[in-house]
T-cell receptor, first 116, second 111 residues
Framework: GAVVSQHPSRVICKSGTSVKIECRSL??????MFWYRQFPKQSLMLMATSNEGSKATYEQGVEKDKFLINHASLTLSTLTVTSAHPEDSSFYICSAEVVNPYNEQFFGPGTRLTVL | KQEVTQIPAALSVPEGENLVLNCSFT??????LQWFRQDPGKGLTSLLLIQSSQREQTSGRLNASLDKSSGRSTLYIAASQPGDSATYLCAVNPNFNKFYFGSGTKLNVKP
């Protein structure tokens, strides 16, 4: 199957700093990538849909100025958590969509963000 | 808005047992449904993808069924093994590029 990578896998930062997370499709091109957030023992919550060459579409309640998404190429989307606070600590997972033939999503391994 | 529910939330079975995980969704107008496995602290691994026009999909010891009209899907695991222990998530895709996830079933297979 298609492979999606994320970097870093784990990051610890101080409150007030910004953190960038990369999501790459390694062996395919993805016009659409998705960013999810997962709290402990809970399911995935879709944060935004990232479209190559255009602005991301954010879900209701997600602050677009807080979570900056850039999909600059067909293999790379980045999520920047700006001015991070402890409540932003979470597990962030990206996925990339393979359109043909079935619009299947393939997920990255996730990034554990801890804000002190 | 599509709501996805998974029952049970947790399940513990002895090794070798066959088991069924349930997923229900409120809006039957879906494009496809996907079952995933998530190990602790890890990302998601796709297990099976069922298109709206399909009734079931099989991969090894796994069989997923879909009854779109009733808003239900099941994941059947045959001859369970300790290595099957994980959280299983179902996700519904209503319109090509937006998945709604259930809260998952945490499975523990005891040796």
């Amino acid at each position: 199957g298609a492979v999606v990578s994320q970097h870093p896998s784990r990051v610890i930062c101080k409150s007030g700093t910004s953190v960038k997370i990369e999501c790459r499709s390694l062996d395919f091109q993805a016009t659409t990538m998705f960013w999810y957030r997962q709290f402990p023992k809970q399911s995935l919550m879709l944060m935004a849909t990232s479209n190559e060459g255009s602005k991301a579409t954010y879900e209701q309640g997600v602050e677009k100025d807080k979570f900056l998404i850039n999909h600059a190429s067909l293999t790379l989307s980045t999520l920047t958590v700006t001015s991070a606070h402890p409540e932003d600590s979470s597990f962030y997972i990206c996925s990339a969509e393979v359109v043909n033939p079935y619009n299947e999503q393939f997920f990255g391994p996730g990034t554990r963000l801890t804000v002190l | 808005k599509q709501e996805v529910t998974q029952i049970p939330a947790a399940l513990s079975v002895p090794e070798g047992e066959n088991l069924v995980l349930n997923c229900s969704f409120t809006d039957s107008a879906i494009y496809n449904l996907q079952w995933f496995r998530q190990d602790p602290g890890k990302g998601l691994t796709s297990l099976l993808l069922i298109q709206s026009s399909q009734r079931e999909q099989t991969s090894g010891r796994l069989n997923a069924s879909l009854d779109k009209s009733s808003g239900r899907s099941t994941l059947y695991i045959a001859a369970s093994q300790p290595g099957d222990s994980a959280t299983y998530l179902c996700a519904v895709n209503p319109n090509f590029n937006k998945f709604y996830f259930g809260s998952g079933t945490k499975l523990n297979v005891k040796p």
